[in-house]
């Protein structure tokens, strides 16, 4: 990375490293439906070991990585740096630094900006440089915190802003995947620098 | 509605539990959609499928009843009660969830895994390699653990996806 890394709250958009807590699945002891499954879900899933740790289940992996891929890369609908956004928001609120850094990066790469990124370090609930991204960290944070609280009149705060309801569905696909996403790297093992 | 009903008219799980159907401009909103909806309703089935170790049926629905719980999520709640309905469950068991008394379980294994149900929905940063060791020590496998972490990780999405489906439909009905 060429400019100085930035660093909030606990958050960075360096590159960080992840280590499970538990046994992970051994390559060469894994069965062919386990490789099968590491191989769809992320081109560097046999080297990380959330993905080995991940497929002891198999199966649940291979939904979860399905519904994740769909969700965060399916072409059309919301702006894929707008995903990015949203996923940024529900990771710093849910206090998930590999997650942060992971979709810092990406919004990074999309956006080609990071006034966005320091924004969402230091204060997700009000973070966006217009009135388009405030509305999407005011919807991711509301998602996350206080889903029974979601009514029409936060709908219509996206539409108010141009968002079309496909727009508006894959926000919310983006904001609850990031509920179940932070809880795995959040429970199963533990961010650290990478060595 | 029964599951055979809800598919045969072209409703899934999400569809059935946000109250949408293609009456609704929001049903094909989603449907369009047709990666995420078929891994969504993919994954409801492999988490309640007998077909896969980890946790027993009763011991899922009890996860699934409790987080909704927590989580304040009604029509998922009410579901997810019902199905309990056809598995034998201890009365101590159904007292703790509702009133959200864990610690009066008396069965070890099932204690340890509304203990980490309860960190994992409502306070997930709290969340400790403890919190594992406290599973494997209950008798839970590695394998059972994933599972256990990544249905509530499921029930935590499909909470937020149904009550935010709920939020766009009302906005289209008031229209």
């Given amino acids: ?195 | 509605m029964s599951k055979s009903e809800s598919l045969a008219s072209g409703k899934d799980f999400i569809d059935t539990m946000a109250g949408i159907s293609d009456a609704h401009d929001l049903f094909a909103v989603r449907h369009a959609r047709k990666k995420v909806v078929d891994a969504t309703q993919a994954s409801q089935q492999l988490f309640f499928s007998e077909t896969v170790d980890g946790l027993s049926v009763a011991e899922r629905y009890i996860v699934a009843w409790y987080t909704s719980l927590l989580s304040k999520a009604p029509s998922l709640a009410g579901e997810y009660r019902r199905q309990l309905h056809q598995h034998a469950v201890s009365d101590d068991v159904l007292m703790a969830v509702e009133f959200d008394r864990v610690a009066d379980v008396s069965d070890t294994r099932m204690r340890a895994i509304l203990t980490f149900t309860r960190i994992l929905v409502l306070d997930p940063k709290a969340g400790d390699q403890q919190a594992l060791l406290n599973l494997k020590a209950a008798g839970l496998s590695t394998p059972a653990v994933v599972f256990l972490a990544q249905l509530i990780g499921y029930l935590s999405y499909q909470l937020r996806l149904v009550a935010g489906l709920q939020a766009m439909k009302a906005l289209e009905e008031a229209k």
């Avoid at chain 1, 660093?7 to 499970?20: H, Q, S």
């Avoid at chain 1, 191989?39 to 560097?44: D, T, V």
């Avoid at chain 1, 388009?132 to 991711?140: L, T």
């Avoid at chain 1, 996350?144 to 894959?170: F, V």
């Fill in chain 1, 1 to 195: 990375m060429s400019q100085a890394p930035i660093r909030i709250n606990g958050f960075t958009n360096e590159v960080l490293d992840w280590k499970a807590w538990l046994d992970i699945v051994d390559l060469e002891q894994a069965t062919p439906k386990q490789i099968e499954v590491l191989e769809m879900s992320h081109p560097q899933a046999k080297q990380q070991d959330y993905y080995r740790f991940l497929v002891h289940q198999p199966e649940v992996l291979l939904q979860r990585s399905e519904a994740y891929n769909a969700i965060m890369y399916a072409p059309g609908g919301l702006a894929r740096a707008d995903r990015e956004l949203g996923a940024m928001v529900v990771s710093v609120i849910n206090g998930c630094p590999y997650c942060v850094s992971v979709h810092a990066q990406r919004f990074e790469q999309l956006a080609k900006r990071t006034d966005s990124v320091e924004q969402v370090f230091t204060e997700p609930r009000t973070a966006g440089v217009n009135d388009r991204e405030k509305a999407i960290s005011h919807f991711a944070t509301k998602v996350t915190e206080s889903p029974e609280s979601l009514g029409p009149a936060d709908i219509q705060a996206l539409k108010d802003q141009g968002l079309s309801e496909a727009e508006i569905l894959d926000l919310l696909h983006t904001t609850s995947i990031f509920a179940w996403a932070n809880r795995l790297m959040l429970n199963l093992g533990h961010a650290e620098a990478k060595a």
